[in-house]
C-alpha cells in the first residue's frame, strides 16, 4: 500500500509558540491531504482538506488562522498550530488520496502528539 | 452531515473466536474504509469496500449499498487482532475526487488468550 509519513510523531511545546506537523506521501502523488484530529479514546474528526497549490478547506468550528495549512506540492503537506493553548494537546493525523482512477481511498500517517504545557 | 453508527461499541472474545463488526451510515458513499487502530495509533488499511465484498486472509468485508451498512468479519481472532476497529466514509456528492472522511466511533476489540 502506499505509505505516508509525519513529522514530528512526538512535540511538547509551551503556550503561545508554534509547532509545524509536516505530512508527506513518500511512494505517490497526493492529489489530496486530509488533517483529522483525535483526543483520547474518542474518534478522527475531520479539520481540513488541501489540495495541491489552493486554500485549504476547513471545517466548521476549525479556526483557519489557528491551524494554518499549506499544501505547495503534490507530496508535501504541513499544519501549523499558531499561539497553542493546552487545549490544543491532541493527537494529529493526516491522510492522502492519490490518482488511484475511480478509487477514492485514504492512507493514514502515523500520527502527531502535541502536548502544549 | 453523514452519520455512521459502529456496533457492538466494545467486544471480548476469546482467541479462536469469530466476531463481525457492523457500521451503518446514513447516506449514499462513494468510499468506505475499514481501518484497524494499533496501539500506537497508527490507522491501519483493511478494505475500501463502498460496495461488494472482499477478503484478506481471516478478514473479510461486505457493503450493501442499497441498505446503507457494512459489515467486518474476523475469523479465527488471535490476540494481535485487538485494538480499536473503525469504520469511515465519505458522501457521494456530484463532484468527483476524494472527500475527507466521517468516522465511527469505532469498535473496541478485545481477544483474550
Known amino acids: 500500500g502506499a505509505v505516508v509519513s509525519q513529522h514530528p510523531s512526538r512535540v511538547i511545546c509551551k503556550s503561545g509558540t508554534s509547532v509545524k506537523i509536516e505530512c508527506r506521501s513518500l511512494?505517490?502523488?497526493?492529489?489530496?491531504m486530509f488533517w483529522y484530529r483525535q483526543f483520547p479514546k474518542k474518534s478522527l474528526m475531520l479539520m481540513a482538506t488541501?489540495?495541491?497549490?489552493?486554500?485549504?478547506?476547513?471545517e466548521q468550528g476549525v479556526e483557519k488562522d489557528k491551524f494554518l495549512i499549506n499544501h505547495a506540492s503534490l507530496t508535501l503537506s504541513t499544519l501549523t498550530v499558531t499561539s497553542a493553548h493546552p487545549e490544543d494537546s491532541s493527537f494529529y493525523i493526516c491522510?492522502?488520496?492519490?490518482?488511484?482512477?475511480?478509487?477514492?481511498?485514504?492512507?493514514f500517517g502515523p500520527g502527531t502528539r502535541l502536548t502544549v504545557t | 452531515g453523514i452519520q455512521v453508527e459502529q456496533s457492538p461499541p466494545d467486544l471480548i472474545l476469546q482467541e479462536g473466536a469469530n466476531s463481525t463488526l457492523r457500521c451503518n451510515f446514513s447516506?449514499?458513499?462513494?468510499?468506505l474504509q475499514w481501518f484497524h487502530q494499533n496501539p500506537w495509533g497508527q490507522l491501519i488499511n483493511l478494505f475500501y469496500?463502498?460496495?461488494g465484498t472482499k477478503q484478506n486472509g481471516r478478514l473479510s468485508a461486505t457493503t450493501v449499498a442499497t441498505e446503507r451498512y457494512s459489515l467486518l468479519y474476523i475469523s479465527s481472532s488471535q490476540t494481535t487482532d485487538s485494538g480499536v476497529y473503525f469504520c469511515?466514509?465519505?458522501?457521494?456528492?456530484?463532484?468527483?475526487?476524494?472527500?475527507?472522511?466521517?468516522f465511527g466511533k469505532g469498535t473496541h476489540l478485545i481477544i483474550q488468550p
Open positions: 488541501s489540495n495541491e497549490g489552493s486554500k485549504a478547506t476547513y
Open positions: 511512494d505517490f502523488q497526493a492529489t489530496t
Open positions: 491522510s492522502a488520496s492519490g490518482l488511484w482512477g475511480s478509487s477514492y481511498e485514504q492512507y
Open positions: 447516506d449514499s458513499v462513494n468510499n
Open positions: 469511515a466514509v465519505s458522501p457521494r456528492y456530484s463532484g468527483g475526487g476524494a472527500d475527507g472522511l466521517t
Open positions: 469496500i463502498p460496495s
